[in-house]
Nanobody, 124 residues
Framework: QVQLVESGGGLVQAGDSLRLSCAASGRIFSGSTIGWFRQAPGKEREFVARINWSSITSYADFVKGRFTISRDNAKNTVYLQMNSLKPEDTAVYFC??????????????????WGQGTQVTVSS
């Protein structure tokens, strides 16, 4: 059983920064991948970033150079530092866990556990 809780969203202006947190409880396997996804109204849920427990990371092209994913294993927490935010970043942001590991996938269907999401709104 795995539970994920996101926090850190809010309303900011274009160019500002936010740091999202994803706190995990339950049994997290050492080979698990944690991903961040987002979904805006009328759009598909899309991959943002992912990290494994060796701190290998991967990013969607539209956030490269602006967002950084990291983890603190002692706190069972994964972070998403978001800089230079744009109005196009407005969405509900979800963290998700692929506890099977090994797939290293940007596809939402490969992640078994999901948080409830946190709203990020960026005004122009």
């Amino acid at each position: 059983q795995v539970q994920l809780v996101e926090s850190g969203g809010g309303l900011v202006q274009a160019g500002d920064s936010l740091r999202l947190s994803c706190a995990a409880s339950g049994r997290i396997f050492s080979g698990s991948t944690i991903g961040w996804f987002r979904q805006a109204p009328g759009k598909e849920r899309e991959f943002v970033a992912r990290i494994n427990w060796s701190s290998i990371t991967s990013y969607a092209d539209f956030v490269k150079g602006r967002f950084t994913i990291s983890r603190d294993n002692a706190k069972n927490t994964v972070y998403l530092q978001m800089n230079s935010l744009k109005p196009e970043d407005t969405a509900v942001y979800f963290c998700a866990a692929d506890v099977a590991g090994g797939r290293w996938s940007p596809r939402a269907v490969n992640y078994e556990y999901w948080g409830q999401g946190t709203q990020v709104t960026v005004s122009s």
